[in-house]
């Protein structure tokens, strides 16, 4: 074998490498996050979500935040919890929310839930599966993808 075609299979090698997907193992991901995502349903609405998340050894989860959407001079502001269970397989996070609750946090948000234009209670004590694609995870950073409406989540390790 010459050197020219041994450099080549090195760096076919080397960019292989580069181009693989990213497989992610349970030890990787427990721990508490910070955790953002910027999300725009509609062009006239901007929705920011900011919460910590916690993952146990035990493949479970525990999630606290803060949701906010502006739209047409009003802010509407909601904290919520929640709880269940998480697995990794390959490059893809899967969670299972088991138990949650959502309030309204601004004077905007209580309103409308009061007057029943919009009630935090359709999003309390929710089931529900998501699955999420690891597109960055290293020791202080975990990027995932919502595998079906396509928002990106970017988390920091506290």
């Not at 997907?21 to 725009?40: E, M, V, Y």
């Not at 004590?125 to 998501?130: E, H, M, W």
């Amino acid at each position: 074998m010459h050197t020219p075609t041994l450099a080549r299979l090195a760096l076919t090698s080397l960019l292989a490498g580069f181009t693989a997907p990213l497989l992610a193992d349970a030890g990787q991901i427990t721990g508490t996050w910070q955790c953002q995502q910027q999300l725009s349903p509609d062009p006239q609405v901007e929705v920011e979500v900011r919460y910590e998340q916690q993952f146990t050894p035990n493949r479970n989860f525990n999630i606290d935040g803060h949701l906010s959407a502006d739209f047409a001079d009003n802010t509407l502001a909601y904290t919520f919890r929640g709880n269940g269970t998480w697995s990794v397989t390959e490059r893809f996070l899967d969670i299972e929310t088991a138990d949650s609750e959502f309030l309204p946090d601004n004077p905007t948000a209580l309103q409308m839930h009061e007057a029943g234009i919009l009630t935090a209670d359709q999003f309390n004590n929710v089931q529900s599966s998501d699955r999420f694609e690891i597109i960055k995870l290293d020791r202080q950073q975990m990027h995932l993808k919502h595998s079906k409406e396509d928002f990106v989540t970017q988390c920091t390790r506290r």
